[in-house]
């Protein structure tokens, strides 16, 4: 047999999280994401996938790309680069948004935190951390901001499930929250130390589930990941790798850049129509391509649901009939619901839910059923 | 469990374990541990006839998908029903309850030793 991942890299341009001799102790295997030999899983995708959705999962993402952008037009900056009115964003708030080129495509979807009026935080994709550093640098020109790419002095660890508050609540070390952590809403952040380092603390993630994720200094890594193990360990927290992360938000019906998302597509296209603020006074980079539309043809993003336990994967084609109406760009078997799952870009006239398509499985035809995304939402939606 | 020492292996990272005529086929260790947790395998039936080195099957985690080949020319005899029912046997134990098809062949192709197959994978 064969298998499709790609083997673990001997590359030594590959790059290392902080993290990496605490997941290699752990027995991780790994895996190659964007340049960074990450923990692929520890020991299950499943047990960790169900660790996350009934108890906790620890995750390392230090790989993400951490963009400071500060300076007295940060917010007015941020306005014109991003598609999302980022003055508006209160201090300690988070905000989900995208950075478009002028046709409208997508360059990556990222976090912004607002630390305060002249400064913000902008979390995006390992993979575009360039791309993004430049069109933001590019787009400083005129503003009086400074725009610092601070990615390798950054981890970033993420802590998901539904008793993720209580660990934190139980970790030794921090301190000084800014707000109460049952205070804390979604999207949403506090400052905090750790052991006497600065620590920001986000309830924000990528699981479907209530979560934290933890930025602080590369140095500190460590002793913070070692400090939430220990509190975690009694209400069942697992150390988690990026194919459970990759099940997870799929289930939660949460875009990834390179499949959901890329240059090629409109926001709206991708039901993210939302996340653009057209109100918003003054241009914004790919304002007029938004205004004008994708066109008529263009694909919509639906979920897909089928029974058995065959599942459709990225790139695998889906039909209505015989005519090929749309690809797959996420699918797997749905370890929470049972059935195959998967996220598609379809003709418009194919994309009502209820439609009846089929998906090509390696040459066979699985039937399929055109659903809301997403596929699982939690029952608390606590913060 | 059989004796991994005992066993021969493909390239595509199948173990095969001959007893007369009759090759047990499934795949390794290292295979199931790559491709992570299995949630889903495709076997030929009984009776089909299948061709040294051509896909007659599929194994699916929930990261990815794995093909299996047949090692041998021959006749299927037996399909590993209970893998079908419960893929993560393959694995909790892929020299053994994880098996998958019994192949009735007539000439054995050449196959690779344990130490081969070791320094294959590296492990």
């Known amino acids: 047999m064969t298998d499709s991942p790609a ?32 923990p692929v899983r520890y020991s299950s995708d499943l047990a960790e996938h169900h660790a996350v ?101 950054y981890a970033l660890i993420a802590v998901q499930g539904p008793r993720s508050r209580e660990i934190l609540e139980a970790t030794d070390g ?55 193990t220990t509190a975690g360990e009694r209400y069942g927290l697992v150390p988690a790798g990026l194919a459970s ?5 799929l289930e939660a019906g949460m875009p990834l850049y390179g499949h959901e998302l890329g240059l090629d597509t409109q926001p709206v296209q991708a039901g993210l129509g939302r996340v653009v603020n057209l109100t918003k006074e003054g241009d914004f980079v790919g304002r007029q391509s938004i205004e004008r539309g994708p066109g008529d043809d263009a694909r919509v993003l639906v979920g897909l649901v089928a029974e058995g336990k065959r599942a459709g994967r990225a790139g695998y084609p889906v039909f209505a009939g015989d005519t ?8 797997a078997l749905s370890p929470t619901l049972g059935h195959p799952i998967a996220m598609a870009y379809v003709d418009a006239g194919s994309s009502e839910p209820g439609t009846e398509l089929q998906i090509d499985v390696r040459g066979s035809r699985v039937a399929a059923s055109v659903v809301p995304i997403p596929f699982y939402k939690r029952e608390n939606t606590n913060g | 469990m059989a004796d991994a020492k005992q066993l ?23 295979a199931a541990e790559k491709l992570g947790d299995i949630v889903f395998v495709d076997l030929p039936q009984a009776g089909s006839t299948v ?73």
């Open chain 1, 174 to 228: 921090i301190t000084d929250l800014g707000k109460p952590l049952a205070d804390l809403k979604y999207y949403w952040s506090t400052d905090a130390f750790f052991d006497g380092i600065p620590l920001l603390i986000g309830r924000t993630g990528y699981t479907g589930e209530d979560g934290f994720e933890l930025y602080l200094g590369a140095d500190s890594a460590e002793r913070l990941w070692a400090a939430l």
């Open chain 1, 324 to 331: 090929e109406v749309g690809i797959i760009t996420s699918g």
């Open chain 2, 8 to 30: 021969q292996y493909t390239r595509e990272h199948e173990w095969v374990l001959v007893d007369g005529s009759v090759a047990t086929v499934g795949i390794t260790a290292y």
């Open chain 1, 245 to 249: 992360r990759d099940t997870l938000r």
């Open chain 1, 7 to 38: 083997d673990d890299l001997k590359n030594s341009d590959v790059k290392h999280s902080p993290l990496h001799a605490v997941h290699e102790q752990a027995g991780a295997s790994f895996t190659d994401f964007a340049g960074w030999l990450m």
């Open chain 1, 53 to 153: 959705r009934t108890a906790a999962g620890i995750f390392d993402i230090s790989h993400m790309a951490e963009i400071l952008v500060e300076g007295p037009a940060a917010a007015a900056f941020l306005d014109f680069a991003l598609a999302g009115k980022l003055s508006a964003v209160t201090i300690t708030q988070a905000k989900y948004s995208l950075l478009l080129d002028p046709s409208g495509g997508i360059i990556d979807d990222l976090v912004a935190y607002r630390f305060g009026d002249d400064s913000f935080l902008v979390v995006a994709n390992a993979g575009n951390r360039y791309a993004v550093f430049e069109a933001l640098s590019h787009r400083a020109a005129g503003f009086d901001v400074v725009v610092t790419d601070a990615s390798d002095g």
């Open chain 2, 51 to 123: 061709a040294e080195g051509k896909v007659v099957g599929e194994i699916e985690s929930t990261k990815s998908v794995g093909e299996l080949f047949a090692p041998v020319n021959g006749t299927v005899v037996a399909s590993n029903e209970a893998v079908v029912a419960s893929p993560e046997l393959v694995n909790s134990d892929p020299f053994g309850e994880g098996w998958l098809i019994k192949v009735e062949f007539t000439e054995l192709p050449e196959l690779l030793s344990f130490d081969e197959y070791s320094a294959l994978t590296g492990e």
